[in-house]
């Protein structure tokens, strides 16, 4: 299985921050790289997909960067609504694996 | 936009087999476009991806539980399943059902949808 580490497990930033979520990888994924964002008692969305696209819908303040081992979700000027899990996902070979999470909460 | 929801025991006792369903509604699991999945995620821990069926039937599962799985499709009521056989407290966890597609030709997959999800817990 693709060992998957993501980074940091919570953070603590206020509105209108810029906030930084890392992923890594154990091999590597080209860009098959996917971010999803879940809020409390509601299913998880997909934000960016492919490393980088970013879903139909999904505010421009989400960005997603990075290829083969190394990847990025950048959260530009935080609002309200953002604060939730993020989890990053690979889909580069089955068993797909997940990040532990991100807990993104209000300073 | 299609939906997604799961159903089944919330408790199962250990060694029995623990069956949940997941019902499709604004889409078809017969549609060849799609993968319908079970994902789980024990209290504390990270999210586990089960496995999945294709319209036609074929499956794939996680290895580590591929001798206790299996996941059928059921097209007359647009809803697939999943068993877990020899089921441990390990197995104790909110197991949601998504749905998987084709990003590009490339053979990128995202998860499109996802079920809430049910607390299902192992326990006699």
Redesign the interface.
Known sequence: ?IQ?TQSPSSLSASVGDRVTITCRTGQSIS??L?W?QQKA??????LI??AS?L?SGVSSRFSGSGSGTDFILTITSLQPEDFATY?C?Q?SS????????TKVEIK | QVQLQESGPGLVKPSETLSLTCTVSGGSVSSGAYYWTWIRQPAGKGLEWIGRIYSSGSSKYNPSLQSRVSISLDSSKNQFSLKLTSVTAADTAIYSCARECYYDRYGGIKVDSWGQGIPVTVSS
């Open positions: 299985d998957m860009t098959y996917n999803y008692g509601k299913a998880p969305k997909v997909y492919g696209t879903e989890f996902q889909t089955t068993p797909y694996t997940f990040g532990q999470g």
